[in-house]
């Protein structure tokens, strides 16, 4: 088995090591390399299905991912059309999947005791793929995506398991788009990145659903380039975006690696993620971990991580809301302010190389890449602090 753990930086604050997030690299997936694949977690256990493989075809098969021993196992192939670009999710102990190139509106559930898959309700708005879907207290939302005819859906349908019926909610007021990025805090669901439809052009937007209001929210974009085909997940309280492709503009691969604080409404920028540029990986969750893996690079990835954040002590957590308070705008597109007496600073970035350094209080960052960057202040009693601080997209 291989396992390699990656870390995004280590830095010291105050004397004490702060860590920020982590990666592990497990054996890839037996069934070889896909893109647009389907997944979802079940007790101790991922299970993907499907995707588009490097013969340009469809798949069906389904591979269960042993979270505790982290081996692979091959379970029975998916009854229905073979499939990708579909939707997933869990609820409960069973798993669910419809929708996709199929271009049909059907929809099964699996349970994965008997490794058994039966269908249940059709999707009632028609057939779509590359759709908007999440799971909130039970219950699955799904929607906008494109149609059999290649035209942006507006509708959101809400899927209640325990009568298998889906009901139809008010229309979407956000910009009908496929294939975003999701994630879920608390009790609100998240779409950000996506291609939209009109105008045509990549997104880099955020929008929070509310399902007890049914009503949706822009939000502070990520500082970042556009794009499509990312992933989105949430773990302690903080929804992260990874990864995508500009397949309007630029054809460029992304594997930066974003997350969001729903306290501040900012977005902070983290090392980029170890498996390169990717476009069309497929991500699940349990309540304390991460898996992402699959998609297209410069050919077809069988690959597979698991990323997890180290929990904060108390104590660590006041340090760090005191520490914002010194940098000023955080993020910052133009000027950084220091705002506490020093003596001198260093900006590096996460190379560990020194990109400016000076005295003055007011830094002009402009010219700086978008990203995370790290000050380290030094004071009159030879005192130092280090600080994290995202330079925006201009």
């Known amino acids: 088995m291989r396992l390699n753990v990656v870390f995004f930086f280590v830095v010291f604050l105050c004397g004490e090591i702060w860590s920020q997030a982590q990666w592990q690299?497990?054996?890839?997936?037996?069934?070889?390399?896909?893109?647009?694949?389907?997944?979802?977690?079940?007790?101790?256990?991922?299970?993907v299905i499907g995707g588009e493989l490097s013969n340009f075809r469809d798949a069906g098969d389904v591979w269960c991912f042993n979270i505790k021993t982290s081996k692979w196992k091959k379970r029975n192939d998916f009854p229905g059309d073979d499939r990708?670009?579909?939707a997933f999710f869990s609820i409960g102990n069973k798993g669910y999947l419809g929708l996709g190139t199929n271009f049909k509106n059907d929809f099964w559930e699996y349970d994965p005791l008997a490794d058994r898959w039966k269908p249940i309700a059709d999707f009632p708005g028609g057939a779509l793929y590359h759709p908007l879907f999440f799971v909130i207290n039970d219950i699955a939302y799904?929607?906008?995506?494109?149609?059999?005819?290649?035209?942006h859906d507006d509708e959101l349908y809400a899927y209640d398991p325990k009568v298998n019926q889906w009901t139809k909610k008010l229309p979407v007021?956000?910009?009908?788009?496929?294939?975003?990025?999701?994630?879920?805090?608390?009790?609100k669901g998240y779409l950000c990145t996506g291609h939209q439809a009109d105008p045509n052009r990549m997104m880099n937007n955020l929008y929070e659903y509310d399902p007890e209001n049914d009503r949706w929210k822009e939000l502070a974009s990520i500082p970042s380039e556009g794009r499509v085909g990312a992933v989105g997940f949430s773990l302690e309280n903080k929804g992260y975006i990874s990864c995508g492709f500009d397949e309007l503009r630029t054809g460029k691969y992304y594997e930066d690696v974003w997350e969001y604080n729903p306290q501040t409404n900012q977005w902070t920028a983290l090392t980029d993620f170890p498996g390169g540029p990717?476009?069309?990986?497929?991500?699940?969750?349990?309540?304390?971990?991460?898996?992402?893996?699959?998609?297209?690079?410069?050919?077809?990835?069988?690959?597979?991580?698991?990323?997890?954040?180290p929990t904060l002590s108390s104590t660590d957590k006041l340090k760090n809301e005191e520490?914002?308070?010194?940098?000023?705008?955080?993020?910052?597109?133009?000027?950084?302010?220091?705002?506490r007496n020093f003596e001198r600073f260093e900006i590096h970035n996460l190379q560990s190389?020194?990109?400016?350094?000076?005295?003055?209080s007011e830094i002009d960052v402009k010219q700086l890449p978008c990203g995370t960057y790290l000050i380290k202040l030094w004071f009159e009693n030879k005192d130092f602090k280090v600080l994290r601080f995202v330079k925006a997209f201009n």
């Not at 520490?323 to 705002?339: C, E, H, K, T, Y």
Request: aromatic content about 10%; charged content about 15%; glycine content about 12%.
């Open 173 to 187: 007021t956000i910009p009908p788009n496929h294939h975003p990025a999701m994630f879920v805090i608390g009790n």
């Open 84 to 86: 990708s670009y579909a």
């Open 25 to 47: 690299e497990h054996d890839s997936l037996p069934g070889g390399g896909r893109h647009h694949s389907a997944c979802f977690v079940i007790g101790d256990s991922v299970y």
């Open 278 to 309: 990717t476009f069309a990986a497929i991500t699940c969750q349990t309540k304390d971990k991460v898996f992402v893996g699959t998609g297209l690079k410069e050919q077809y990835s069988p690959q597979w991580f698991e990323f997890s954040v």
């Open 142 to 151: 799904v929607g906008l995506g494109q149609n059999g005819s290649g035209k």
């Open 323 to 339: 520490d914002l308070s010194i940098l000023a705008p955080n993020p910052v597109v133009q000027i950084l302010q220091i705002r």
């Open 353 to 360: 190389q020194i990109v400016l350094s000076g005295t003055k």
